[in-house]
């Protein structure tokens, strides 16, 4: 591997890594902080990807695409918690699998009615549709570096939000001791919804601005959602920065993986997995 | 926990002379239906193996899989690999094959994935399971050892002829009805027995506490990777019966569709005696059947989305119906009997 195609797989490794944290921090933040498995979060990604294609094909931009569909994201966020999550922080695990499953149905089949089943491409913003030059022989596309960016300045939001602000300080004692921070007067059920809506935000945009490279097709939403589950299982349950660390780490295995063993290209972040699991039970930076 | 709860491990009399009933009337079934549905109910009992061999894990011993279909796959695609496009294979050596190979990949996967607890088990069965269905997913053929195997890519495999049993002719679809009919009362009643045995008693055990379990002294990792290993190899068998049934095999019977399925049936029956996985299996698949089958409104073709039925229908249950049916079941003849006496 010469140092140019190298250099090409390393950014494509971060940019992998930056969008897979996007969702497992929602994912490990809903679980850390409500208590709540949500397998239908791959399902806010594949509906991310759909709208942003819908509204754009519509409206002829992606930029006002996104900015629309993240607001019409965290509103449907707030919804589905207020009617029905809602009710279940204090269930069973299991009963919250077999929920956010359902879901996953109804999610699946609410995009076959309203977009049907074809595999869809969305183009890439004219400003963003450039390449610039890495070496002599390389160049690499403006909009994957875009896609980073997105992903750094919302996980630096995030951890501005969280660790910065009275709201996060908030989040993070209704983590730690939830009757105790109810007792001294924090609307804890607002802060879940928060928090909810922070995560549908993210997996929403997420797929919102991964549609012009994945391109946008049926089974997306599941896909997306295991190796989530690999990247929070490496991270560990609740942790944000272990989400961040295991997410880079997870993309670089697998993209380099395609590139220098293609046969077990596939399976290669489950051996990471199992590797970490037989070391660390409870993940790398279990909190 | 209402895992905990929600059990019903000693079955009551009238839900004893309720299995018995069923067990009569489908040995009666293929004399009285036709072939098509004859077919169907034998899917069903296959799929009600599957449901038990998931509940010694879930509603025994509290370990909640995401990943079961794995096992089934797996005995399944082992059905595939030993046939050979002209000639049968001899039911009694590949079908312990089966039921042990799936039992080794259990024993192996169990070996990571049940040093982890509760929602850790439930993300990494999935994602163990998920790694064996990109295995076969992705490939059409894998050389082990320089053996070439057949695994058919996203496509699956056709496997042309049943097995051969010798004694009886498993070609015939009534003989083949009540070679499966005979494994599920063997299977239910193995594990009727592995439940009221000491090691059963471990696996409730650690349901109910497990820290408890291992300060009495009970090295409780062992006996979760012995029911995991147990709970894989009876998938295996349900999974190579589906295997000979279908006559196909193909990546969706590992996929977490069919895990989550399992799950369902389950929790729809009643957890942690088995008879509930059975009459879920029957439910859960009836249900499937009447929403594929539903009629269109309209302009609106009710039965090509009849996932969005299911979704409802599994939010529903989880919502109103924790105990199951056969809790219901039993409340509602527990009610008439107090009302005679």
């Given at each position: 591997m010469d140092f140019s195609l190298f250099l090409l797989q390393l950014l494509n490794s971060v940019q992998y890594g930056l969008l897979l944290f996007m969702l497992a921090a929602g994912l490990t933040l809903i679980f850390g902080i409500m208590g709540v498995v949500n397998l239908a979060h791959g399902s806010f990604y594949m509906l991310g990807a759909y709208v942003a294609w819908s509204l754009s094909s519509r409206l002829g931009s992606l930029t006002v695409a996104i900015l629309l569909g993240a607001v019409l994201a965290v509103a449907f966020g707030l919804l589905l918690e207020r009617l029905l999550f809602r009710h279940f922080y204090h269930r069973d695990h299991l009963d919250q699998v077999l929920l956010t499953f359902g879901l996953i149905y109804v999610f699946e089949e609410m995009r076959s009615i309203l977009w049907g089943d074809d595999v869809h491409g969305v183009n890439i913003p004219a400003t963003l549709g450039a390449s610039i030059p890495l070496t002599e022989n390389l160049s690499y596309p403006v909009y994957r570096l875009f896609m980073s960016g997105v992903c750094i300045a919302l996980a630096l939001a995030l951890y501005f939000l969280i660790s910065k602000t009275r709201l996060g300080m908030k989040i993070r004692a209704g983590a730690f001791n939830h009757d105790m921070t109810e007792a001294l007067g924090v609307n804890i059920k607002r802060i879940h919804a928060i928090v909810f809506a922070i995560g549908v935000g993210l997996a929403t945009i997420a797929g919102m601005i991964a549609a012009p490279i994945s391109s946008v097709y049926p089974n997306m939403g599941s896909q997306v959602l295991i190796m989530c589950f690999v990247v929070v299982v490496i991270g560990g349950i609740g942790s944000v920065r272990g989400a961040l660390i295991s997410a880079l780490l997870v993309g670089t295995v697998d993209t380099f993986g395609k590139v220098?063993?293609?046969?077990?290209a596939g399976m290669l972040v489950y051996m990471l997995m199992a590797a970490v699991l037989l070391w660390k039970p409870e993940g790398l930076f279990k909190q | 926990m209402s895992v905990a709860k929600?059990?019903?491990?000693?079955?009551?009399r009238s839900l004893q002379l309720l299995l018995v009933l069923g067990l009569i009337a489908l040995a009666a079934f293929p004399f009285v239906s036709t072939d098509f549905y004859a077919a169907m109910m034998a899917r069903m009992m296959i799929l009600a193996i599957f449901a038990m061999s998931l509940d010694l894990l879930?509603?025994?011993?509290g370990l909640v899989s995401l990943g079961h279909a794995a096992f089934f796959g797996i005995g399944g695609y082992f059905l595939s690999l030993v046939s050979t496009d002209s000639g049968t294979v001899s039911l009694w050596w590949t079908l312990p094959g089966a039921v042990l190979a799936s039992a080794l990949f259990a024993l192996v996967i169990g070996f990571f994935v049940v040093r982890t607890h509760g929602i850790y088990f439930i993300m990494v069965t999935m994602a163990f399971a998920q790694m064996l269905f990109y295995l076969v997913f992705d490939n059409k053929e894998v050389s082990l050892l320089g053996l070439p195997l057949r695994l058919?890519?996203?496509?699956g495999v056709y496997i042309n002829l049943k097995p051969d049993a010798a004694l009886f002719d498993l070609e015939n679809r009534k003989v083949f009805y009540f070679f499966t009919l005979a494994c599920l009362v063997l299977v239910y009643l193995f594990l009727r027995r592995v439940l009221w045995s000491p090691f059963g008693r471990v696996l409730a055990g650690i349901r109910v506490n497990e820290h408890r379990m291992r300060a009495l002294g009970y090295g409780t990792f062992g006996y979760k990777l012995a029911a995991f290993t147990l709970a894989g190899g009876l998938a295996g068998l349900a999974g190579y019966l589906w295997g000979a049934q279908t006559g196909f095999v193909n990546p969706e019977l590992m996929g977490f569709h069919m895990s989550a399925h399992a799950i369902m049936m389950v929790i729809l029956g009643g957890m942690g005696n088995f008879a509930g996985a059975i009459v879920g299996a029957f439910a859960f698949e009836y249900l499937l059947h009447l929403f594929k089958d539903a009629p269109d409104i309209g302009g609106f073709r009710a039965g090509k989305h009849w996932q969005l039925w299911m979704g409802l229908f599994i939010v529903l249950v989880v919502a109103?119906?924790?105990?199951g049916l056969l809790g219901l079941a039993e409340r509602v003849l527990r009610s008439k009997g107090e009302h005679r006496g």
């Amino acid at each position: 591997m010469d140092f140019s195609l190298f250099l090409l797989q390393l950014l494509n490794s971060v940019q992998y890594g930056l969008l897979l944290f996007m969702l497992a921090a929602g994912l490990t933040l809903i679980f850390g902080i409500m208590g709540v498995v949500n397998l239908a979060h791959g399902s806010f990604y594949m509906l991310g990807a759909y709208v942003a294609w819908s509204l754009s094909s519509r409206l002829g931009s992606l930029t006002v695409a996104i900015l629309l569909g993240a607001v019409l994201a965290v509103a449907f966020g707030l919804l589905l918690e207020r009617l029905l999550f809602r009710h279940f922080y204090h269930r069973d695990h299991l009963d919250q699998v077999l929920l956010t499953f359902g879901l996953i149905y109804v999610f699946e089949e609410m995009r076959s009615i309203l977009w049907g089943d074809d595999v869809h491409g969305v183009n890439i913003p004219a400003t963003l549709g450039a390449s610039i030059p890495l070496t002599e022989n390389l160049s690499y596309p403006v909009y994957r570096l875009f896609m980073s960016g997105v992903c750094i300045a919302l996980a630096l939001a995030l951890y501005f939000l969280i660790s910065k602000t009275r709201l996060g300080m908030k989040i993070r004692a209704g983590a730690f001791n939830h009757d105790m921070t109810e007792a001294l007067g924090v609307n804890i059920k607002r802060i879940h919804a928060i928090v909810f809506a922070i995560g549908v935000g993210l997996a929403t945009i997420a797929g919102m601005i991964a549609a012009p490279i994945s391109s946008v097709y049926p089974n997306m939403g599941s896909q997306v959602l295991i190796m989530c589950f690999v990247v929070v299982v490496i991270g560990g349950i609740g942790s944000v920065r272990g989400a961040l660390i295991s997410a880079l780490l997870v993309g670089t295995v697998d993209t380099f993986g395609k590139v220098l063993l293609p046969q077990i290209a596939g399976m290669l972040v489950y051996m990471l997995m199992a590797a970490v699991l037989l070391w660390k039970p409870e993940g790398l930076f279990k909190q | 926990m209402s895992v905990a709860k929600s059990h019903l491990e000693v079955l009551p009399r009238s839900l004893q002379l309720l299995l018995v009933l069923g067990l009569i009337a489908l040995a009666a079934f293929p004399f009285v239906s036709t072939d098509f549905y004859a077919a169907m109910m034998a899917r069903m009992m296959i799929l009600a193996i599957f449901a038990m061999s998931l509940d010694l894990l879930q509603g025994v011993t509290g370990l909640v899989s995401l990943g079961h279909a794995a096992f089934f796959g797996i005995g399944g695609y082992f059905l595939s690999l030993v046939s050979t496009d002209s000639g049968t294979v001899s039911l009694w050596w590949t079908l312990p094959g089966a039921v042990l190979a799936s039992a080794l990949f259990a024993l192996v996967i169990g070996f990571f994935v049940v040093r982890t607890h509760g929602i850790y088990f439930i993300m990494v069965t999935m994602a163990f399971a998920q790694m064996l269905f990109y295995l076969v997913f992705d490939n059409k053929e894998v050389s082990l050892l320089g053996l070439p195997l057949r695994l058919g890519g996203s496509d699956g495999v056709y496997i042309n002829l049943k097995p051969d049993a010798a004694l009886f002719d498993l070609e015939n679809r009534k003989v083949f009805y009540f070679f499966t009919l005979a494994c599920l009362v063997l299977v239910y009643l193995f594990l009727r027995r592995v439940l009221w045995s000491p090691f059963g008693r471990v696996l409730a055990g650690i349901r109910v506490n497990e820290h408890r379990m291992r300060a009495l002294g009970y090295g409780t990792f062992g006996y979760k990777l012995a029911a995991f290993t147990l709970a894989g190899g009876l998938a295996g068998l349900a999974g190579y019966l589906w295997g000979a049934q279908t006559g196909f095999v193909n990546p969706e019977l590992m996929g977490f569709h069919m895990s989550a399925h399992a799950i369902m049936m389950v929790i729809l029956g009643g957890m942690g005696n088995f008879a509930g996985a059975i009459v879920g299996a029957f439910a859960f698949e009836y249900l499937l059947h009447l929403f594929k089958d539903a009629p269109d409104i309209g302009g609106f073709r009710a039965g090509k989305h009849w996932q969005l039925w299911m979704g409802l229908f599994i939010v529903l249950v989880v919502a109103f119906a924790p105990r199951g049916l056969l809790g219901l079941a039993e409340r509602v003849l527990r009610s008439k009997g107090e009302h005679r006496g």
